[in-house]
């Protein structure tokens, strides 16, 4: 048996970026595919310096490159409801009392730091802001009360940040559309090895099925690989599935406007979605538009 090895990179270890993969992999749907799969994280590595067979859960990062000139092609969403949510410190119940204070956030370059911009802006509200390295360090910085707001991703689910005494503002799924996390590639990757993304594309297929139909598996992957408690379990598996996207593609009506809204806020010029987005491999996509045609 040919055991064929791929990367998967991420920028955040955490559930928004990597469940599929740990469902994949608690599930054994690699092995069944004769699938060896390496992660690497993807933050202080240039992508010149990234092996050439190498996946990419951060869809997001793989927008804003492909807006800078870069060829990719994402090749499955896994959820286009952004799981980043704003937090406040105690004693601040609204935008408005926020205004004048700091908030921590992703750095500069990153897109979730784009994502609470624009929700800053439709809010009508301009705090400092204060990039800080991870989800770890701004939860230390809310609970500490050094700032008085704070971007989280899924590293603590709300619930979590809940029992600190910190209460949600806003999640940013709400008002944005955009797909956050999934599968993306080189296009170089896409052209070449068909096979490999078709391969990779139909284990997530199963493992977002899973994520909605297998609640042991989900739960066993949330204690064993993100280390989530049982007690905290429920209420990871009820945020999971709001904001995960059960069909593993998105439709125009979201995938332009998620571009164009990314392009405008790093002040580059737009480009089309088709560019960008196939979902050739993904069973249901073509179902649908087999439906269409007809």
């Not at 793989?62 to 896994?78: E, M, N, P, T």
């Not at 896409?190 to 391969?199: G, Q």
């Not at 209420?235 to 439709?251: D, E, F, K, W």
């Amino acid at each position: 048996m040919i055991v064929k090895s791929v990367y998967l990179g991420f920028k955040a270890y955490d559930v928004h970026e990597l469940l599929c993969h740990a469902v994949a992999t608690e599930g054994g749907y690699y092995a069944r595919e004769s699938l060896d799969v390496k992660l690497i994280d993807t933050t202080f590595v240039p992508d010149e310096a990234l092996p050439e067979n190498s996946f990419h859960a951060a869809c997001g990062a793989a927008l804003a490159s492909f807006l800078h000139g870069a060829r990719r092609k994402v090749v499955f969403v896994a959820c286009d409801r952004p799981m980043f949510w704003l937090y406040a410190r105690s004693g601040i119940d609204s935008f408005e009392q926020l205004s004048q204070g700091s908030v921590a956030t992703f750095p500069d370059a990153a897109p979730p730091s784009k994502f609470l911009q624009k929700l800053l802006r439709e809010n009508g509200v301009a705090p400092g802001l204060l990039p800080a390295r991870d989800d770890v360090a701004r939860l230390g910085l809310l609970s500490s009360n050094s700032v008085d707001g704070a971007l989280l991703s899924s590293h603590f689910l709300p619930s979590e940040v809940e029992r600190t005494g910190a209460k949600p503002l806003a999640f940013v799924g709400d008002t944005l559309r955009l797909p956050s996390t999934g599968l993306a590639v080189s296009e170089n990757f896409y052209d070449e090895r068909r096979d490999l993304v078709s391969t990779m594309v139909g284990i997530y297929e199963r493992a977002m099925k899973s994520i909605f139909e297998d609640e042991s598996l989900l739960r066993s992957t949330l204690l064993q690989c993100f280390g989530k408690s049982e007690a905290a379990a429920d209420q990871a598996v009820t945020a999971i599935r709001a904001c995960y996207n059960p069909l593993g593609y998105s439709c125009d009506s979201i995938l332009q406007p998620a571009i164009d809204a990314m392009a405008m806020g790093m002040g580059l010029a737009t480009r089309k979605s088709a560019e960008l987005y196939q979902f050739e491999n993904i069973k249901s996509y073509n179902e649908s538009v087999l439906q269409e045609e007809a």
